[in-house]
C-alpha cells in the first residue's frame, strides 16, 4: 500500500459526520454571529470580495457537520470552513461572563450569500 492509498483511507474515515448523528442541521448552527467585525468579513458592501459568515456552534460539531448543516439549511455549499474556539472571559472585577462557545467561519463563493444579514 502506497503512502497516497494510506492517506486516501485517512480521508474517508475523517470526513464522515458524528454530531448529525444525534442532533438536526437547526442543532448544530446555533446562532449567526452578528458583530461589526462579521459584518466586515461578509463582504456585504463589497461585490468581488469572498464572502466568510460567523456562527457559534454545537461543541460537539466538526467541519464536515457545519458543511452539510449550511447546505440543508441555506441551500448553499461552502467553499470551506474553519473552526476555533472562543475563550470565556472570567469574573475578574466584572459583572458579566461570556462564557467559552465553538465558533465556524463558513468561506462561500463569489456570486453566493447567505441570508443571514439581511434585515
Known amino acids: 500500500m502506497s503512502y497516497t492509498d494510506i492517506l486516501r ?3 474517508k ?14 442543532d ?17 458592501d463589497k461585490a468581488d470580495v469572498a464572502k466568510k459568515y460567523l456562527f457559534k456552534v ?26 476555533l474556539w472562543v475563550k470565556e472571559k472570567g469574573r475578574a472585577n466584572r459583572k458579566l461572563v461570556r462564557r467559552s462557545y465553538k465558533k465556524a467561519i463558513v468561506s462561500v463563493e463569489e456570486g453566493k450569500s447567505l441570508p443571514v444579514l439581511d434585515v
Open 58 to 83: 454545537h461543541a460537539d460539531a466538526n467541519k464536515n457537520d457545519v458543511k452539510q448543516a449550511i447546505t440543508t439549511i441555506y441551500g448553499v455549499i461552502p467553499t470551506s470552513v474553519n473552526l
Open 13 to 26: 474515515k475523517t470526513a464522515s459526520v458524528s454530531a448529525l448523528k444525534t442532533l438536526s442541521p437547526y
Open 9 to 11: 483511507q485517512r480521508a
Open 28 to 44: 448544530v448552527i446555533v446562532a449567526p454571529v452578528l458583530t461589526e467585525k462579521a459584518y466586515i468579513a461578509s463582504g456585504s
